[in-house]
């Protein structure tokens, strides 16, 4: 499988040149051997309209790009935010609407998110939906003020659920304010404990996290048995198999519900999602917070991540990680599930965001291709890929890639 996403809904998309959208679809399309476009949502019509031409013509599937659990203009969606543990909504990046996260445990968000979609299919324009934003937010920037859910409904789901809430949020309190925990509570919210803890409140915050992924996935669930319903293929967005936890992501059972997952294994974005951007926040959360000095903040990060980071933040935030990481995450993701896992392929240059020159961009690539995955997708916009990088990706696949 190659995948590919294009048009990502910008302010400036509606000045794209018709002409010049559709140059860029054919020239990918006669390069590469793609199987699935992955279109953005709300692009203007005739934009969309032409890329399902052409999809049609080169016999290749047309996907709609499709964030779930996110702000959208309507109260239902509008009064339902994630809820930390000291009762506030938890912001957005950059305050952006596509990246403000809405809990996933509301029953009329779901119901409003299953009508759209029946909206959306009965336009009998797409051959299945690639859903993304399909977790709770990141807690990276702070893992105490950004971690939840503590709404309504996720406090009466949880007692339900035999989960002591309240222990939970006076835990993350009293962690929040001692240094001397950190090390444990970062543990247990990547996932990376080995030993059963015998304090109680420990127990119930596991318990907690196991739950996060059951809401995630309960959620996600209503939406892709909805889709299989009409006989459409379901994709999804996962994070980097290190990072999965943190959102809510169980991959081995999200998975589970598609018929692929793609992980955003990416070692160069400093944005959400980008390796670097959520470990560069936990860095820079440990020397703020705790007056960590960078050494022993990369040091704790390393033992929880069991990676060999780089020297220091700023290097991390410059050069990224290295395509040994970009291998071994792949990797991770592939053992945890029997479903078919796309590994994510920065190829764009997005000012302060990401940057990749060719040599790195060939280095990835060949990284990715020794972990074997079910197949690519190229990320993001194909809009702003050069088109030598294209032909970088066929070279090498030629090389030995089926």
């Not at 709609?64 to 109260?75: C, K, S, V, Y």
């Not at 509570?185 to 990547?190: I, Q, R, W």
């Amino acid at each position: 499988m190659l995948t590919l996403q294009f048009l990502e809904p910008n302010p400036y998309i509606y000045s794209y040149d018709l002409q010049d959208v559709r140059n860029k679809l054919q020239s990918a399309l006669d390069i590469l051997p793609v199987t699935h476009v992955l279109i953005g949502w709300d692009i203007p019509v005739n934009l969309l309209e032409a890329c399902k031409k052409i999809t049609e013509q080169y016999s290749i599937k047309l996907l709609r790009w499709h964030p779930l659990f996110t702000l959208r203009d309507t109260d239902v969606i509008q009064n339902n935010f994630v809820i930390n543990a000291w009762d506030k909504p938890i912001p957005g990046f950059k305050n952006l609407p596509e990246f403000t996260f809405v809990c996933p445990n509301n029953k009329l968000i779901v119901e409003y998110l299953y009508k759209e979609i029946i909206t959306i299919i009965e336009n009998d324009i797409y051959d299945g939906f690639f859903l993304d934003r399909i977790r709770f937010p990141s807690p990276s920037e702070d893992p105490f003020w950004n971690l939840g859910c503590f709404c309504e409904n996720c406090l009466q789901s949880a007692e339900v659920n035999n989960i002591n809430i309240q222990l939970v949020k006076k835990f993350i309190k009293n962690a929040y304010n001692s240094q001397d925990d950190i090390f444990i509570y970062l543990s247990y919210l990547m996932n990376n404990v080995n030993l059963d803890s015998d304090k109680l409140e420990l127990q119930e915050f596991k318990k907690y996290l196991d739950y996060r992924t059951r809401i995630v996935i309960d959620g996600v669930k209503v939406i892709s048995d909805l889709v299989h319903n009409f006989n459409l293929e379901v994709g999804l967005d996962a994070f980097s198999f290190s990072l999965t936890y943190m959102v809510g992501q169980d991959l081995s059972r999200l998975s589970q519900l598609a018929d692929w997952t793609k992980v955003m294994s990416y070692t160069h974005a400093i944005g959400p999602a980008g390796l670097p951007y959520e470990i560069s926040n936990l860095l820079k959360f440990l020397t703020k917070k705790y007056h960590f000095a960078e050494k022993k903040a990369l040091e704790l990060l390393e033992k929880i991540f069991d990676v060999q980071l780089p020297k220091t933040i700023s290097s991390l935030i410059e050069n990224g990680l290295s395509s040994d990481i970009l291998y071994t995450e792949i990797k991770k993701a592939i053992k945890s599930t029997n479903k078919p896992i796309l590994a994510g392929l920065e190829m764009v240059d997005i000012p302060h965001i990401t940057k990749i020159d060719e040599f790195t961009l060939e280095k990835d690539i060949l990284a990715i291709l020794a972990a074997q995955p079910s197949g690519i997708s190229i990320s993001w916009d194909l809009f702003y890929i050069p088109v030598s990088r294209l032909y970088l990706l066929r070279k090498i696949m030629d090389g030995g890639y089926s």
